[in-house]
């Protein structure tokens, strides 16, 4: 016997064959590693919600005297609100595609003080129910949850980016009352700027068309009780804030232009392209067309200042200029993809709408 051939033949083989029992060991999905103290024989329960928003059992074992437990689910099309029990007590858990979160505290006082960590969500979640648990108790008046609320969109729903951190804190409800309501003309802004968030974030979530629905009904609400009277307040939460030079070389600020009680479309193109003529051939038929009831504040990603400001000059509309281009934080901040882009602010200073298609902009504007 060639040994030599046995052994060369011997060694891809036990290869191959590791590789597959390596694979088939692997889990396809995600995965939630607990260890709790004080729980020898509790029963802990993964449950998630149905389409209707009830809570349906998942899976359930007994912890033992270890005090770890591990439970596996398939991997995830969306991310998805999971949640634990032990009793009547809760841990809430965000969990996205095959990612692993752990669970660590005390069966005691589960949901209070139980930290989860294994993705950034996760630790968001875990400090947010943190946070609402030390809270709850001086939520006693009107002013003290408008700050609580205030508070929690500077720290966890601004910038959301679609995160399903914004969906749960908004539809989060204490003592069988939802903390926040998008009737109300504050909490409306905060329902806005997560709705916006997931549309261009996450467009592709269930969850979007949702919160938009929530956000257009709830102002469609709004304005028909106020007898379709729309106010800019002075601070907008929502509006994504541009500040940059016009042809005179004097900052205009978005939120200035967008402070008089009309609708705002925001655009984004190049003045000095062979197109640019015909684009603002077309910008100026919207500004015509709505006889100066619409702003218009129209940022230009253009190089050469000179050709740019002899373009811009005889202008009627608010013309700015972002010699950054295509590198601009504005442009990350709208996550400009295509030229031109337009986007549409309500009255109120909600974004609500976007296009790369000019002619559908009179349709997008409410």
């Known amino acids: 016997m060639n040994f030599r051939k046995a052994s060369s033949f ?3 083989s036990f290869i191959l064959l590791f590789i597959i029992l390596f694979s088939a060991c692997r889990h396809n999905g995600f995965q939630i590693e607990g260890e709790l103290t004080n729980a020898k024989d509790s029963l802990i329960v993964l449950e998630k919600p149905d389409f209707t928003g009830n809570w349906v059992i998942v899976d359930s074992t007994r912890i033992p005297a270890s005090g770890k437990f591990t439970f596996k689910g398939e991997a995830l099309q969306n991310p998805e609100i999971f949640r634990l029990s032990i009793g009547n007590r809760y841990v809430y858990l965000p969990i996205d595609s095959i990612e692993t979160i752990a669970v660590k ?7 209070a003080k139980t930290v989860l960590t294994g993705s950034k969500d996760a630790e968001k979640m875990s400090k947010f129910e943190t946070d609402l648990a030390a809270s709850i108790p001086s939520l006693t008046t009107e002013k003290a949850r408008s700050d609580f609320k205030r508070r ?21 409800t204490i003592d069988g009352k939802p903390l926040f309501n998008p009737i109300d003309p504050v909490d409306y802004k905060y329902f806005a700027a997560v709705a916006t968030d997931f549309k261009m974030f996450a467009p592709d ?3 979007t068309a949702l919160m938009e629905e929530i ?3 709830a102002m469609k609400r709004r304005n028909s009780e106020k007898g379709l009277q729309r106010v800019i307040e002075a601070e907008e939460l929502n509006l994504l804030e541009i500040s940059l030079p016009d042809e005179n070389g004097v900052d205009r600020k978005l939120s200035e232009v967008a402070s008089h009680g009309r609708p705002t479309i925001v ?23 709505f006889a100066g009831g619409v702003n218009i504040y129209h940022v230009s990603l253009d190089s050469d200042l000179h050709a740019w400001r002899q373009a811009a000059a005889n202008l009627p509309w608010t013309t700015v200029i972002d010699m950054d281009g295509a590198q601009s934080a504005n442009v990350r901040t709208y996550n400009v993809s295509r030229m031109p882009a337009f986007y549409i602010y309500d009255a109120a200073g909600n974004l609500v709408n976007s296009t790369t298609e000019i002619e559908k902009v009179p349709s997008l504007i409410l």
């Open 205 to 207: 979530d269930p969850r």
């Open 10 to 12: 011997f060694f891809p």
């Open 267 to 289: 655009i984004f193109s190049l003045m000095n392209e062979p197109e640019s003529p015909e684009v603002n051939r077309g910008i100026a038929s919207l500004y015509n067309r």
């Open 105 to 111: 505290g005390n069966a005691s006082d589960f949901g």
């Open 152 to 172: 929690l969109f500077s720290d966890y729903l601004q910038n959301n980016r679609g995160s399903i951190i914004g969906y749960y804190i908004l539809t989060k």
């Open 215 to 217: 956000t257009i009904e």
